[in-house]
């Protein structure tokens, strides 16, 4: 630095100030992504409380044939929607679909509440976000390359929804087991994977532009998608059923 001549170090400077202002923007970018993601786990535990809650609502969503169906097809279809029609639709109608998809997910996850038991959902959560958390940021400080883990955790996850479509006939306890530290693994691999993948989303601007609010809700449903399922498997392996 000491050697460099006036125009070298002003350019120098230049460069890293420029730096600087992307690693700035690009943290209150990913700032956002998990913003938008704790917002979403909010409205799903809360929409899933609320009909905890009430007889009626259980009634209507466990006691009516097909409403339960229609409610998961409705989720699956949103996530469709927002996937591909991303770049089509302004970040007010990206936002609100992700956040019906909070909700919708909190009316099909409210039968856990049912099934398990308060203790064991509060301190399965509480491990979920430790695990989530430390993956997360290990998935973005890092500078080794996730994309072979990334692959390797996909392929786990094609096999564990096979696995547990062949177990819907065969209802093994051995394959359910395997299938849910699987999914651990999976699960816990794809949060590091998505995270640095989500930061390399980031695109050149203000995080508040049009273009970057729709990236961090994308980012914000997978990072979502992965702590509920991570949050699920294990809740299956170490949740305790109400008696």
């Known amino acids: 630095m000491n050697n460099m001549n006036p125009y070298e170090k002003t350019t120098y ?43 009626a609502l259980q009634q209507l ?3 009516t044939p097909g409403i339960f169906f229609i409610l998961i097809l409705g989720e699956f279809g949103l996530v469709i929607y927002l996937s591909a029609a991303i770049n089509r639709m302004s970040a007010t109608t990206a936002i609100w679909s992700f956040i019906g998809y909070s909700a919708l997910n909190g009316l099909t996850l409210s039968s ?28 973005y400080f890092t500078k080794k390359d996730l994309t ?26 051995g394959i359910y087991w395997i299938t849910s530290y699987i999914g651990v693994l999976v699960f816990t691999g794809l949060t590091a ?8 989303m980031y695109s050149f601007g203000t995080p508040d532009s049009e273009v970057n609010q729709k990236v961090a809700i994308i980012g914000a449903l ?22």
Not at 14 to 26: C, F, G, H, K, P
Not at 150 to 172: K, Y
Not at 193 to 200: A, E
């Open 112 to 139: 856990i509440f049912m099934y398990f038991t308060s203790e064991s959902l509060s301190s399965t959560f509480i491990i979920t976000a430790a695990m989530f958390a430390a993956m997360a940021a290990w998935g």
């Open 13 to 55: 400077s230049r460069t890293s100030t420029r730096i600087d202002a992307v690693e700035e923007a690009q943290k209150d970018f990913i700032a956002k992504v998990f913003g938008w993601m704790t917002a979403a786990l909010v409205v799903t535990g809360v929409v899933a409380r609320f009909v905890f809650m009430s007889a």
């Open 193 to 200: 994977f998505d995270t640095q993948r989500i930061k390399r």
């Open 148 to 173: 072979g883990i990334g692959s390797l955790a996909f392929m786990g996850l094609i096999g564990i929804l096979i696995a547990t479509l062949v177990n819907l006939f065969l209802r093994s306890e």
């Open 61 to 63: 969503i466990f006691g």
């Open 222 to 243: 997978q990072l979502y998608l992965d702590f509920i399922n991570l949050f699920l498997m294990l809740l299956r392996i170490m949740g305790r059923q109400r008696r």
